[in-house]
C-alpha cells in the first residue's frame, strides 16, 4: 500500500522514476520470456515521493533518449546475475556466475547517456556494481575466492533482515542519506567492487573491506549501495533515507 504523502496545500510534485526490471527467459513448453521487478523498487519509489515506470530493454538509442526525455531519474535495479568480465578488461574466471547480457548492455547504455545528462542515478547491488564499471572500475568477480577473509555476504535467512554492518563516510552523499557512523545492511552478493572507478569515491566499507557503497565526484548524484534498502524500510526505515535524497535530486533535476 503506499502511503499518501503528509502535506500541507499542494503535494511536492512527483518526478518520474525510470526503473530497469530484470528478465527471465520462457518457462520450458512456452513461448514468452519476461520482465520482472520486485514490488519493492517501486513501493520505495512511491514512498519517497516518486512515479515509478517500467523500463522495457531496447537497441536503439533513440528509445534510451527518448525514455530519459519522460525521466528526472533512473534506478539499476539489482538481480541474481553478473556482469560479463569483458565490460571491464578482464576473462571469466572460476567463481564467476551466469549473466544476462541483453540486461546489461541495455543498462549500460541508459546509464551512460543518464550520466551524461547528469542525470541522478541510484545503483541498487547489481546496479552499484554497474555504475563502478561504466565509470570505468572493476569487480571481484567471486569475493569467496578473490579476497582474504572475506564473510558471508550471500545471507541464508530474510532478506528483509540486516546480515552485517557498514561504516558509513563522513561528508558522503550517503551520510547525508543515512547518517554517520555505521548502519546495518542485508547482503546478497558473491562479487563487489575491485578498483574504484573514475572519480569515484567509497561512501561504505564493511569490516572485512568489501566496498559496500560509492558515489561519483563527477556528478550531481551517481550513489551505488550493495544493498538492498528497498528490503528493509519496515523494519530499518533509516534506509528509506537513500530513497528520498534520491527523489529529492530527482525533482531538484527537473525543475
Ligand atoms: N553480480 C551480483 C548480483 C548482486 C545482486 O544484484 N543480487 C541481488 C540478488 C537477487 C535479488 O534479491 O534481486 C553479485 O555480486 O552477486
Redesign the pocket.
Known amino acids: 500500500m503506499t502511503h499518501p504523502m503528509r502535506h500541507h496545500g499542494q503535494p511536492p510534485r512527483r518526478p518520474n522514476i525510470g526503473i530497469t526490471p ?1 528478465w527471465s527467459e520462457a518457462a520450458p513448453g512456452t513461448s514468452f520470456a519476461r520482465y520482472e521487478l ?1 514490488v519493492s523498487y517501486a513501493e520505495a519509489v512511491l514512498r519517497a515521493g516518486g512515479l515509478p515506470f517500467v523500463l522495457p530493454y531496447t537497441d536503439d538509442p533513440t528509445c534510451v533518449e527518448a525514455y530519459l526525455d519522460r525521466v528526472s531519474g533512473v534506478l539499476i ?7 560479463p568480465p569483458e565490460a571491464y578488461g578482464e576473462t571469466a574466471r572460476e567463481g564467476m ?1 551466469a549473466m544476462k547480457e541483453g540486461r546489461t548492455t541495455f543498462e549500460t547504455a541508459l546509464m551512460r547517456a543518464a550520466l551524461k545528462r547528469n542525470m541522478p542515478v541510484l545503483g ?4 552499484m ?1 554497474l555504475l563502478n564499471v561504466v565509470l570505468g572500475g572493476t569487480l571481484y568477480q567471486d569475493i569467496g575466492r578473490e579476497m582474504q577473509e572475506v564473510r558471508e555476504h550471500e545471507q541464508k535467512h530474510d ?1 528483509t533482515q540486516p546480515q552485517h554492518p557498514v561504516d558509513v563516510r563522513d561528508n558522503s552523499l550517503l551520510a547525508e542519506a543515512v547518517g554517520r557512523g555505521q548502519l546495518m545492511v542485508n547482503s ?5 567492487v575491485k578498483k574504484l572507478g573514475n572519480q569515484v569515491v567509497s561512501s561504505a566499507v564493511s569490516p572485512d573491506g568489501v566496498v559496500e557503497a560509492i558515489e561519483s565526484t563527477a556528478h550531481a548524484f551517481a550513489l551505488g549501495v550493495q544493498w ?1 534498502p528497498e528490503y528493509m524500510l519496515n523494519n530499518l526505515p533509516v534506509h528509506a533515507g537513500i530513497y528520498k535524497v534520491f527523489i529529492h535530486k530527482a525533482r531538484d533535476y527537473r525543475r
Open positions: 530484470d520486485k535495479t539489482g538481480g541474481a546475475f553478473d556482469i556466475g541498487i547491488c547489481g546496479g556494481q532478506r546478497t552478493h558473491h562479487q563487489a538492498h
